[in-house]
T-cell receptor, first 113, second 112 residues
């Protein structure tokens, strides 16, 4: 049972453009929503994260938008660069004494120069 | 400040064998979680260790077991390996009270 649905599966963006990746969840007990960036052959690197009592968080070119009522959240990458080409995963933490992260299936982002 | 380190980087085992993977958490972290990442998929939670005890377990068979040492480092053991166990095994460390989890580079296990 997939509890975090991520889309699109792949995304091609031109350099300087905006990349948008979306995730949806069903479990309202989730209490923390991180995004990870993973390059081939490497482990996931924490990019940015948000808690459900906040609607938006920005760090540099990366912004998370969070819609609690719709149970959706998204990652926006502004001024996308070829170095941003990687697989991006959204995740959700279980909440309370449920510590596990549930991941989406990932989005392969390609930024063309 | 060293991040999460895992060893070995790559490993090839034969079906039916046993394997042990190792993880040293980020400095100051006391909680270690293990994840399995199949090719083209997101990581799947195996279990989490805190205070040398398995605190939470995902949907994995008993062939998967672990240990946490007093210095917070951890091992993942897999017995009776199956071809389907071939994956990238990731260790993540965090503070017990914190939410941020930092991953190591992973161990690529191939079962032949």
């Amino acid at each position: 049972q997939q509890q975090v649905k991520q889309s699109p599966q792949s995304l091609i963006v031109q350099k300087g453009g905006i990349s948008i990746i979306n995730c949806a969840y069903e479990n309202t007990a989730f209490d923390y929503f991180p995004w990870y960036q993973q390059f081939p052959g490497k482990g996931p690197a924490l990019l940015i994260a948000i808690r459900p009592d906040v609607s938006e968080k920005k760090e540099g070119r990366f912004t998370i938008s969070f819609n609690k009522s719709a149970k959706q959240f998204s990652l926006h990458i502004m001024d996308s660069q070829p170095g941003d080409s990687a697989t991006y995963f959204c995740a959700a933490r279980g909440g309370g004494s449920n510590y596990k992260l549930t991941f989406g299936k990932g989005t392969l982002l390609t930024v063309n120069p | 400040d060293a991040g999460v380190t895992q060893s070995p980087t790559h490993l090839i085992k034969t079906r039916g064998q046993q394997v042990t993977l190792r993880c040293s958490p980020k400095s100051g972290h006391d909680t270690v979680s293990w994840y399995q990442q199949a090719l083209g998929q997101g990581p799947q939670f195996i279990f989490q260790y805190y205070e040398e005890e398995e605190r939470q377990r995902g949907n994995f068979p008993d062939r998967f077991s672990g240990h946490q040492f007093p210095n917070y480092s951890s091992e993942l053991n897999v017995n009776a390996l199956l071809l389907g166990d071939s994956a990238l095994y990731l260790c993540a460390s965090s503070l017990e009270a914190g939410r941020e989890a930092f991953f190591g580079q992973g161990t690529r296990l191939t079962v032949v």
